[in-house]
Structure formats: C-alpha cells, structure tokens
C-alpha cells in the first residue's frame, strides 16, 4: 500500500481535503511585535499545529511544511506541482542553475548533473585533497606559534580554495580571496536588500562589480586554454557549452560560475564552523570518531562523516525551502489550493522530538547504529530531496570529510568565546566570529 496515497497525495478533488490548520492572527500579532526570527514563528506554529498548518504575514496563507511525508510529497513525488519561484539570492546569482525554472533549469542541470557524482567527483579528488593540506599546513603553523584565528574564516578559505581550484585547475591566491570575499558579503546582506531588484543591485554594486571581474578573468583564461597545474576545471565545462548552445552566453556562464562559488563553499564552510563550535561542547564525539579506526580506515571515514551528517542535522544547508503550488492538491489530506505559498524546513523537521529523540542533542552515533535515524526520505534532507536536490551534495560531504581526517587527528580549537545566536539567513550561520587557538599533541 502507498502510504503517502493513503494520507491524500491523489489528485486533488474539491472538497475531498481537509482544511489546512491556521495559527490565530495573534500568535503572529505577538510574533511580530517581539521581533524574533521567522524560525520562532514557525516552532510556534509547528508545535501548535503539527506538520501541516496555515500562517498569516500577509492577506494569503502560507503554508508550512515539516512532516515527512508531506515532504516528500511536494519535494519528491510532485515537484511540478511545487515549484520555485524567484529566488532570493537572484541579485548575486543571476539565472544560474539555482534560480533557473522550467525548461532552462532543465538544461543547466542536465549539463552539472555528471560533474558531481561518480567519474565527475574523481576527477576533484585531488584537488580537495590538496585545499586540505593547504590548510592542515596552515593550522600546523598556528599550533606552533600560539597564534589565535577565527575558525569560520579558516573554513570559508578552505572551502573556496577547493571549489576555485575544481572550477579553475587553480589553486586560490591571496589576491582572488580577497576579490571574492565580495560574495559572502553580498550572501549576508541579502536579506536586508531592498525588494525591487534594480535598487538591490544598487546596494551592492561595488561588491557585484568585483564579483565580475574575477568571473571575466577566470572566463577568459579557460577560453584560452590556459590550464591550471590541475589541470582544466569545470569552467571548461561551461565554456565548451557555449560553442554549441546559444544560451550559454557569457552571462549565463558567469552566472553559473557565481552560483557554484556561493553554493560550494558557503555552506560547506557554515556547516564546518558549527561542527567545530559543536565538538567544542561535546568533545567526546571527536574521541569516539577517531577511535573508530586508524588513519585512512572506513570506520574511521564513516565516523566523520557521521559527524558532518548530524551537524546539518541541526544546522542544515538550506534551512528552508520555499515553493508555490500551480495547481490545487491534497498533502497529508490537507487541501491546498493553487497560488498558495509553502515553506518546506528542514530545520524544524531535523528538529521534531517525535522523528529524532533529544533532538537539541549533537549524536552522530543516529548515523552509525542500526535504527538510529528515521527511515523516510522526508525526515532527514539537509540538501533537499527530489529532482532540485542540491546538485553538490556529494562534493560538500567529500570535501568536509576530507578535511576532517586531515585535521581532526592532530588539532583540537579552544575557544575563549563562542557565538550565542544563529542567524538565519540564506543558511544559518553562527552570529559572530569564532577566536579559537590550538591544543595540539604536536606542542
């Protein structure tokens, strides 16, 4: 039997679902007048309701989405009844694959598709390989000298260093960092931007403007031929498309070139930053993973990444999803009529005492003992399920790995303070910096 059909995924027949739940204008009212994070209002409205349920912050409903099942429903089995619309992250990424709809993002991710699984993610191998010992270099160097450094910064110089040198065949100069430092400002200022796009693009133009240049540069040298020491990069890719598809013009490569920037090393570096800042209150679980076997093993491996999965458990790469229905359906039973606004967030799932036991706990253990997760697709998606599931999710996991086993061994960070709050913006990210220095079996 189709459990998901049994709770109302068939075509939808006026009258045949219920009413999606409404949270009382007040529980907004109170929302909106003590200023919190959007995230608090939909804890509210999720504990009061449940993981189907209606929201007001305008004349229409939203509706939000945490239960599995209903997850996968509009993620999975229907994502052509739920689709994306403008996407916030526009102003920087253009019409790149993340922002692309209909038949363009069909094409734009046809053509990524191969890079990042099987034969594609090989050919990165060495080069996050090397981005890792550039670091693990670097961190060699603080446990010698005592000198205090900001983790999160080390891991955003990480993870750009890797996604430049498998876009380029590069490896990351201090110059390029610099220029590109531009697109984590323009990734935090987002949700302050103004709503029209003309005045956004306004606000940060200087940081655009450099944006570009470095993507002009990096264009024009793969055009050339002009190979990294790694070899060529995925630019070429994108490059070589253009000599046979007019669509790829060279704003649509730079477009691309920006959102894979954005994409393969924000989140990963947000998502290496709370992993550390959570083995810094737990420090068993980086005991218990380096236990797990000896340096290279698979249980050793297998224990990182543990890691790194219940870390996005609790800190996931997108924390919320946003989706418009074009048609009427029934989800879960609920009926939802055609033009209604969703928010599918995984936060919240991740975070649902009745799928995940203690769920404010950090365990990695959910991801090595038998049972120890929830079995359905819809209870654990850091990087979204279905066909606009994040198309770098192997290499994010390959490259955090990676570092781990180079780092975790040999260096543990002590932090003289540590961010209270999260911010939740493209991802949610610790609200300030993270000093830490070395403890370190080498001094």
Same mark, same amino acid.
């Given at each position: 039997?189709?459990?998901?059909?049994?709770?109302?995924?068939?075509?939808?027949?006026?009258?045949?679902?219920?009413?999606?739940?409404?949270?009382?204008?007040?529980?907004?009212?109170?929302?909106?007048?003590?200023?919190?994070?959007?995230?608090?209002?939909?804890?509210?409205?999720?504990e009061r309701f449940g993981g189907v349920a209606a929201f007001r912050l305008g004349p229409a409903p939203?509706?939000?989405?945490?239960?599995?099942?209903?997850?996968?429903?509009v993620l999975a089995r229907h994502p052509e009844r739920y689709v994306k619309r403008s996407h916030r992250?526009?102003?920087?990424?253009?019409?790149?694959?993340?922002?692309? %709809?209909?038949?363009? +993002?069909?094409?734009?991710? *046809?053509?990524? @598709?191969?890079?990042?699984? $099987?034969?594609? #993610? /090989? &050919?990165?191998?060495?080069?996050?390989?090397?981005?890792?010992?550039? %670091?693990?270099?670097? +961190?060699?160097?603080?446990? *010698?000298?005592? @000198?205090?450094?900001?983790? $999160?910064?080390? #891991? /955003? &110089?990480?993870?750009?260093?890797?996604?430049?040198?498998?876009?380029?065949?590069?490896?990351?100069?201090?110059?390029?960092? *610099?220029?590109?430092?531009?697109?984590?400002?323009?990734?935090?200022?987002?949700?302050?931007?103004?709503?029209?796009?003309?005045?956004?693009?306004?606000?940060?133009?200087?940081?655009?403007?450099?944006?570009?240049?470095?993507?002009?540069?990096?264009?024009?040298?793969?055009?050339?031929?002009?190979?990294?020491?790694?070899?060529?990069?995925?630019?070429?890719?994108?490059?070589?498309?253009?000599?046979?598809?007019?669509?790829?013009?060279?704003?649509?490569?730079?477009?691309?070139?920006?959102?894979?920037?954005?994409?393969?090393?924000?989140?990963?570096?947000?998502?290496?930053?709370w992993l550390y800042l959570l083995l810094d209150q737990y420090p068993a679980a980086r005991e218990q993973?380096?236990?797990?076997?000896?340096?290279?093993?698979?249980?050793?491996?297998?224990?990182?990444?543990?890691?790194?999965?219940?870390?996005?458990?609790?800190?996931?790469?997108?924390?919320?999803?946003?989706?418009?229905?074009?048609?009427?359906?029934?989800?879960?039973?609920?009926?939802?009529?055609?033009?209604?606004?969703?928010?599918?967030?995984?936060?919240?799932?991740?975070?649902?005492?009745?799928?995940?036991?203690?769920?404010?706990?950090?365990?990695?253990?959910?991801?090595?003992?038998?049972?120890?997760?929830?079995?359905?697709?819809?209870?654990?998606?850091?990087?979204?399920?279905?066909?606009?599931?994040?198309?770098?999710?192997?290499?994010?996991?390959?490259?955090?790995?990676?570092?781990?086993?180079?780092?975790?061994?040999?260096?543990?960070?002590?932090?003289?303070?540590?961010?209270?709050?999260?911010?939740?913006?493209?991802?949610?990210?610790?609200?300030?910096?993270?000093?830490?220095?070395?403890?370190?079996?080498?001094?």
């Open positions: 039997m189709d459990t998901e059909a049994s709770l109302g995924s068939l075509p939808y027949v006026p009258g045949t679902g219920r009413p999606v739940p409404e949270a009382e204008p007040e529980l907004v009212e109170r929302w909106r007048s003590g200023g919190g994070e959007l995230v608090e209002l939909l804890s509210q409205v999720r939203t509706v939000l989405v945490t239960d599995p099942q209903a997850v996968q429903h992250a526009r102003v920087l990424i253009g019409d790149g694959v993340l922002a692309a %709809t209909g038949e363009a +993002w069909k094409r734009q991710r *046809r053509l990524l @598709q191969s890079q990042f699984t $099987g034969t594609g #993610m /090989r &050919r990165y191998e060495q080069r996050i390989t090397e981005a890792a010992r550039t %670091t693990a270099g670097r +961190w060699d160097g603080y446990a *010698r000298t005592g @000198q205090t450094f900001d983790v $999160g910064q080390e #891991m /955003r &110089r990480f993870a750009l260093d890797a996604i430049w040198r498998s876009l380029t065949g590069h490896p990351l100069d201090d110059g390029t960092e *610099r220029e590109l430092a531009a697109v984590a400002a323009v990734a935090t200022a987002l949700p302050t931007l103004p709503a029209d796009v003309t005045d956004a693009q306004d606000a940060v133009a200087a940081e655009l403007a450099r944006i570009d240049a470095v993507a002009r540069h990096a264009i024009e040298a793969a055009r050339s031929g002009a190979a990294g020491p790694d070899g060529p990069g995925l630019l070429l890719v994108l490059t070589d498309a253009a000599t046979e598809r007019p669509e790829y013009t060279d704003q649509l490569i730079r477009d691309e070139l920006v959102t894979l920037l954005v994409a393969g090393h924000e989140t990963t570096a947000t998502t290496l930053t993973a380096l236990a797990a076997g000896g340096e290279g093993s698979a249980g050793r491996r297998q224990a990182i990444q543990a890691l790194v999965h219940e870390t996005l458990r609790l800190y996931p790469s997108a924390w919320i999803l946003p989706r418009h229905a074009t048609e009427d359906d029934t989800v879960a039973g609920y009926a939802v009529e055609a033009g209604t606004d969703l928010l599918i967030c995984p936060y919240l799932t991740h975070r649902d005492p009745e799928l995940w036991p203690d769920p404010e706990h950090f365990d990695p253990r959910r991801f090595l003992i038998p049972d120890g997760r929830p079995a359905h697709p819809g209870a654990y998606f850091p990087f979204g399920i279905g066909p606009r599931a994040c198309l770098g999710l192997q290499f994010a996991l390959r490259e955090s790995t990676v570092l781990l086993e180079h780092l975790l061994p040999v260096h543990t960070p002590a932090f003289p303070s540590t961010p209270t709050k999260a911010v939740y913006g493209i991802t949610v990210r610790p609200d300030g910096p993270t000093p830490a220095t070395l403890v370190s079996p080498l001094t």
